[in-house]
């Protein structure tokens, strides 16, 4: 950690001369998503509370009502020695624009963290579902995701560019099923670990895996954002929160119960 991470966040780079990138020290460009995102998901920080001062210097830097945007403050003129991200005017594209797949990033640091409330938050910001209502600032298909939506710097702040052109879906997918709603495929098994809001009663899943039907349901009593209390599957107890692998084509009833 001593020279990756800034006070209050996981540093971006050290470029050619070794000069810092995404610190505090930096007149622009102090903070960038991908650090934060993906030091979490690797585990960086966790017992030492550094990761969570790094996703609440996301919340507090990055956040926007459309989504986070990739880096603050917005670089304002050309940086010889970073290039193309200093090239855009701020608020579009990598120059603190919401770059919507790295989005996804964050959600899934915040399930390592246990907060289902702030992940469930920044997926509904940016998921198609839920844009409908805002069509005349989003101004793209309300059915797919977009490569990049203008950020605070921007004249245009939410107005979505490059519909299609983006692996956010996956991402997304990936952050949704697996972490929020934390069905995880593994190889001696299917993981279950959920990372909800605490507001949510129950949910339900089916999911084809290694020949079989899981049809999962996931009851929290408690309202709890995360921690499974006790896994049955088809009438038996699960130990370790790992799911068999059936193969065998049939469907297998899954109750969990969370707390």
């Known amino acids: 950690m001593k020279y990756g991470y800034d006070g209050e966040w996981f540093l971006r780079a050290y470029d050619d001369f070794s000069r810092k990138v995404g610190s505090r020290d930096n007149t622009e460009g102090k903070i960038f998503i991908e650090s934060q995102g993906f030091c979490v998901m690797a585990g ?3 017992d030492s509370g550094e990761a969570l001062k790094a996703l609440d210097s996301v919340k507090k830097y990055l956040d926007t009502p459309y989504g986070l945007v990739l880096v603050n403050p917005a670089y304002t003129e050309y940086q010889l020695h970073l290039g193309e991200i200093s090239s855009y005017p701020p608020g579009y594209k990598e120059n603190a624009g919401i770059f919507c797949h790295n989005n996804a990033w964050i959600m899934i640091a915040e399930t390592v963290l246990g907060r289902g409330e702030l992940a469930f938050e920044y997926y509904s910001k940016i998921a198609p579902a839920y844009l409908e209502d805002i069509s005349e600032i ?4 309300p059915y797919v995701y977009a490569q990049m939506i203008a950020g605070k710097d921007a004249k245009r702040h939410g107005e979505a560019k490059n519909s299609w052109l983006t692996g956010t879906a996956a991402w997304n997918f990936v952050a949704v099923s697996q972490y929020i709603l934390g069905i995880q495929p593994d190889f001696h098994g299917l993981i279950v ?8 009663d129950e949910f339900k899943v089916r999911r084809y895996y290694r020949g079989a039907f899981y049809n999962i349901r996931v009851k929290n009593p408690e309202k709890v954002s995360k921690g499974v209390k006790s896994i049955i599957a088809d009438g038996k107890r699960v130990e370790h929160q790992v799911l068999p692998i059936y193969n065998d084509g049939r469907e297998h009833e899954v109750e969990v119960v969370l707390g």
């Open 44 to 46: 960086l920080g966790i």
């Open 138 to 141: 989003h101004r793209t298909e």
């Open 193 to 200: 670990n959920p990372c909800i809001p605490r507001t949510w």
